[in-house]
């Protein structure tokens, strides 16, 4: 029974960071207020349950998603609102040269801001962890290398915020582009 709640435990994490980022997105994109989106997320008005399509029956029903951690969703979304000029400045000082923040697709900002919060914020939450997390929830957007880039940036600041807990440093791989700095 214990391995069954550690499990729908960490299925509602997931869940709340999954939430969150769409959160974030609509904030963005509605300039909604803060408190009525978490709101509609916790109410379940926004995102309770998902339209499940059988191609092969061609058939669709509705499907209840996972009940999010509450508490995990509202800390990670006002704390991303909360502290969001500095994450987009240590995203932006991560980025190739001449890409900021604000030129990345909105939902891939809402990834990297969540990952970059919880690295700096989180110290409950192993590093690798965190980055693991976040290039699946890129993944469930995107198909294409969006997932690398969330991979490549929150493991370069984890490194940095964290090289304790993230070990020695990688070293470039022979004939990248990190190998010439």
């Known amino acids: 029974m214990a391995k069954k709640n550690t499990h729908e435990t960490a299925l509602r994490r997931c869940a709340a960071r999954l939430a969150a980022v769409q959160a974030l997105y609509q904030i963005d994109m509605s300039q909604g207020r803060l408190e009525d989106v978490i709101r509609d997320f916790l109410s379940g008005a926004i995102g309770g349950e998902v339209i499940e399509e059988d191609l092969d029956l061609e058939t669709e029903k509705v499907v209840p998603l996972i009940e999010l951690n509450a508490e995990l969703f509202s800390v990670l979304v006002r704390g991303v609102a909360g502290m969001r000029e500095r994450l987009d ?88 582009d990190d190998a010439a700095q």
């Open 89 to 176: 400045e240590v995203i932006d000082a991560s980025l190739a040269q001449g890409w900021d923040a604000e030129r990345l697709q909105p939902v891939l900002r809402s990834v990297l801001r969540c990952g970059l919060y919880e690295l700096m914020e989180r110290e409950d939450v192993p590093p690798r962890a965190a980055v693991a997390e976040y290039v699946d929830i890129a993944r469930s957007f995107y198909d294409g290398p969006e997932a690398g880039l969330v991979n490549a940036v929150l493991d370069r600041l984890a490194r940095q915020l964290r090289s304790d807990e993230m070990g020695a440093p990688r070293r470039p791989r022979q004939g990248s």
